[in-house]
Nanobody
């Protein structure tokens, strides 16, 4: 069974950048389309970026389009989220999961705080 561990979060000033990583255990990782999700305090979890199993196609929420880039390295069983031009409203716990999400794959997430 695949397990996912997110890392790379932290405190960053508005306009700054962070790169999140999601490491997967399990040999079937590369059959999944994957997504990065986030949940801000008091809000529902939302999908912010998705990538197909091959990495050939990506999609983004309107709120992050042009600022975030999702990528994956199937040889390393890892999905990345490059986040640029961060805004205070990007503050949230970020999770990776399959797309569509699978209940058993939710991990602890990584906290991103954008504040001056």
């Amino acid at each position: 069974q695949v397990q996912l561990v997110e890392s790379g979060g932290g405190l960053v000033q508005p306009g700054g950048s962070l790169r999140l990583s999601c490491a997967a255990s399990g040999s079937i990782f590369n059959i999944y389309a994957m997504g990065w999700y986030r949940q801000a305090p008091g809000k529902q979890r939302e999908l912010v970026a998705g990538i197909t199993s091959s990495g050939a196609s990506t999609k983004y929420a309107d709120s992050v389009k042009g600022r975030f880039t999702i990528s994956r390295d199937n040889a390393k069983n890892t999905v990345y989220l490059q986040m640029n031009s961060l805004k205070p409203e990007d503050t949230a716990v970020y999770f990776c999961n399959a797309d569509p999400d699978r209940e058993k794959l939710w991990g602890q997430g990584t906290l991103v705080t954008v504040s001056s």
